[in-house]
């Protein structure tokens, strides 16, 4: 049985435990990466990026289409496209190759050692690796757990067949004429519209009273403009049953009584969970919060030497949030004096058309108790957005009524997550109505909505 020592030891090799690693092996830290599957984990192997890859290649194609149907009214015509599948898809593993092996290459330039394998805790500083040439056992005075997350099953469709998570929705080889989507939340719709831009016939079946529930209603409402112009079909008040008709069908429960949908393939996203099972965590003593692991603002667990970033530390479950922990712990254990002091993640859609959202909503604002004014720049009064032929969406600012201090910006708009960092950029300086307002914004972009929106809620907005 071989042994090694490490000083810190990140047990998964997804966005927060690499750049974990890298940041501690550029500050001279011995350090050991565990990684059972590709670097790069969830996010961009079967998640964030081959599905961005997805939703652009769709888009791409819906608006050849569209030239063709003479739907087009830029005065673009086109014959009728075809669409090579396989080809798409040898594209967008093509992506997570390259980046695959960036991140290979980033981590051993930091001088980072990767073992192969599963980790299982022996006890609270040793963990056993199972690798091909037999255990592995690597001692360290710092551990690391950034195990992430993977999809939530509905017990009564248990993937398999065709019944599909998001990762087996990217694994397909052809598009499914009939596809049903449980679960209206960013995943499922970002996945829905892709494939329904790419021919197929997309039925959302949502158990709340609307899509993306953990946006408002304003935001949303372009979106589900969008997805009704696509032909998507939404059902929401409708609860998932079980299968019927020999696993080609699914029964559902809506207000109006039982209806029966046929689709080639049902796509499950109605959540994921911690990855905590089959990393002998029940060996530790760790206080748990739920299904998460506890961490302070250090992100230390509650047994000496074990710290937990990314998604087994609860909500955000996102990739940007794991990293910034990840960094963080890194520069913790070199000594240095950090603490987790973020005013704003910003939660990006990518649905067709984007939303943004950094810092709080308007209801979320209006619950602390402050007083507080909020106003939006629709982009129908906005040049670059009419030049782009996407005019539905807005920018909305969030401020204190008192100091006009910016608590939350909303958008909603076509490429709109790009400005996803001006916004958070905005919270972290503590800048305040007037700071927007006296900030040139270039024209003609769309930007220029962020400004419109500070100067609206001072009372002088100009193309409004």
């Known amino acids: 049985?071989?042994?090694?020592?490490?000083?810190?030891?990140?047990?998964?090799?997804?966005?927060?435990?690499?750049?974990?690693?890298?940041?501690?092996?550029?500050?001279?830290?011995?350090?050991?990466?565990?990684?059972?599957?590709?670097?790069?984990?969830?996010?961009?192997?079967?998640?964030?990026?081959?599905?961005?890859?997805?939703?652009?290649?769709?888009?791409?194609?819906?608006?050849?289409?569209?030239?063709?149907?003479?739907?087009?009214?830029?005065?673009?015509?086109?014959?009728?496209?075809?669409?090579?599948?396989?080809?798409?898809?040898?594209?967008?593993?093509?992506?997570?190759?390259?980046?695959?092996?960036?991140?290979?290459?980033?981590?051993?330039?930091?001088?980072?050692?990767?073992?192969?394998?599963?980790?299982?805790?022996?006890?609270?500083?040793?963990?056993?690796?199972?690798?091909?040439?037999?255990?592995?056992?690597?001692?360290?005075?710092?551990?690391?757990?950034?195990?992430?997350?993977?999809?939530?099953?509905?017990?009564?469709?248990?993937?398999?067949?065709?019944?599909?998570?998001?990762?087996?929705?990217?694994?397909?080889?052809?598009?499914?004429?009939?596809?049903?989507?449980?679960?209206?939340?960013?995943?499922?719709?970002?996945?829905?519209?892709?494939?329904?831009?790419?021919?197929?016939?997309v039925t959302v079946v949502e158990a709340t009273s609307r899509i993306l529930p953990q946006y408002d209603?304003?935001?949303?409402?372009?979106?589900?403009?969008?997805?009704?112009?696509?032909?998507?079909?939404?059902?929401?008040?409708?609860?998932?049953?079980?299968?019927?008709?020999?696993?080609?069908?699914?029964?559902?429960?809506?207000?109006?009584?039982?209806?029966?949908?046929?689709?080639?393939?049902?796509?499950?996203?109605?959540?994921?969970?911690?990855?905590?099972?089959?990393?002998?965590?029940?060996?530790?003593d760790l206080d748990m919060d739920g299904p998460f692991i506890r961490i302070d603002d250090r992100c230390r667990t509650s047994m000496r030497g074990i710290s937990a970033i990314g998604d087994v530390t609860g909500e955000p479950m996102l990739a940007h949030r794991a990293m910034a922990q990840g960094e963080m712990v890194a520069e913790i254990v070199a000594g240095h004096r950090r603490a987790w002091d973020r005013v704003s993640i910003p939660a990006i859609c990518f649905t067709d058309p984007e939303i943004v959202s950094v810092g709080l909503s308007p209801g979320e604002a209006d619950r602390t108790g402050l007083d507080i004014k909020t106003d939006l720049f629709p982009f129908k009064a906005n040049g670059r957005a009419l030049t782009l032929n996407r005019e539905d969406g807005f920018i909305r600012t969030v401020a204190r009524a008192d100091n006009h201090l910016l608590l939350g910006i909303q958008g909603v708009g076509a490429g709109i997550a790009e400005l996803s960092a001006a916004f958070s950029l905005a919270l972290e300086m503590s800048a305040r109505l007037e700071d927007i307002a006296a900030t040139i914004h270039a024209h003609p972009t769309q930007s220029e909505g962020f400004h419109e929106a500070a100067l609206k809620s001072l009372g002088h907005a100009i193309h409004i």
């Open 1 to 201: 049985m071989n042994e090694i020592t490490c000083k810190l030891l990140v047990i998964g090799a997804g966005p927060g435990g690499y750049t974990c690693a890298i940041r501690a092996g550029q500050l001279g830290i011995d350090t050991v990466i565990v990684e059972a599957e590709k670097a790069g984990g969830t996010c961009l192997n079967v998640g964030c990026i081959p599905s961005k890859a997805l939703i652009h290649a769709a888009t791409e194609y819906e608006t050849v289409a569209h030239a063709a149907d003479g739907k087009n009214a830029l005065g673009i015509s086109a014959t009728k496209p075809s669409l090579d599948f396989v080809k798409t898809v040898t594209w967008k593993d093509n992506i997570v190759r390259r980046l695959n092996g960036g991140v290979a290459g980033l981590l051993k330039r930091a001088g980072v050692r990767l073992v192969r394998g599963y980790a299982r805790f022996r006890d609270g500083k040793t963990v056993v690796v199972e690798e091909p040439s037999g255990p592995q056992v690597i001692h360290a005075e710092t551990v690391v757990i950034a195990t992430g997350s993977e999809p939530v099953a509905l017990p009564a469709l248990p993937f398999g067949g065709r019944v599909i998570s998001s990762t087996g929705a990217l694994a397909l080889t052809e598009v499914p004429k009939r596809l049903v989507v449980v679960g209206g939340g960013y995943i499922g719709l970002e996945l829905g519209t892709a494939f329904a831009k790419m021919g197929a016939t």
């Open 217 to 284: 209603g304003e935001l949303t409402g372009p979106v589900a403009r969008h997805l009704s112009a696509l032909g998507v079909t939404v059902l929401t008040g409708a609860k998932a049953k079980s299968l019927v008709a020999g696993g080609t069908a699914l029964a559902i429960e809506t207000a109006d009584g039982e209806q029966i949908l046929e689709a080639d393939k049902f796509l499950v996203t109605v959540g994921r969970r911690p990855a905590t099972d089959g990393f002998g965590l029940e060996t530790l």
